[in-house]
């Protein structure tokens, strides 16, 4: 993939992240305002084979789909560690307190 294709991909990902929306049609609307971004601001031009690049980044959905799945889940677990951990803290501040 080049380097172009890579940054829709990144700014698609984001844009994804952002919305909370992860549906295929969600992703292929991503690609296609990230393309239209990268034009505006003369990262890529017409000339690229825009209708390949968005079919190779939209044909990726199913991959994206599932590391964003893993990394909320990951994400999720640590959030979890992390309310519990400070549950434990406030439990031990309240123990010293009563003594």
């Given at each position: 993939?080049?380097?172009?294709?890579?940054?829709?991909?990144?700014?698609?990902?984001?844009?994804?992240?952002?919305a909370?929306?992860?549906?295929?049609?969600?992703?292929?609307?991503?690609?296609?305002?990230s393309?239209?971004?990268?034009?505006?601001?003369?990262r890529?031009?017409?000339?690229?084979?825009?209708?390949?690049?968005?079919?190779?980044?939209?044909?990726?959905?199913?991959?994206?789909?599932?590391?964003?799945?893993?990394?909320?889940?990951?994400?999720?677990?640590?959030?979890?560690?992390?309310?519990?951990?400070?549950?434990?803290?406030?439990e031990?501040?309240?123990?010293?307190?009563?003594?």
């Amino acid at each position: 993939m080049d380097e172009a294709s890579q940054d829709i991909l990144e700014l698609a990902r984001t844009k994804m992240r952002e919305a909370g929306d992860y549906t295929r049609e969600a992703w292929r609307e991503f690609i296609e305002e990230s393309i239209d971004y990268y034009l505006e601001k003369g990262r890529i031009s017409e000339e690229d084979d825009l209708d390949a690049i968005k079919e190779e980044l939209v044909g990726m959905y199913e991959e994206i789909e599932s590391e964003e799945v893993e990394e909320r889940e990951i994400g999720g677990e640590e959030e979890a560690e992390r309310e519990e951990k400070n549950e434990e803290l406030e439990e031990e501040a309240e123990e010293e307190n009563e003594m």
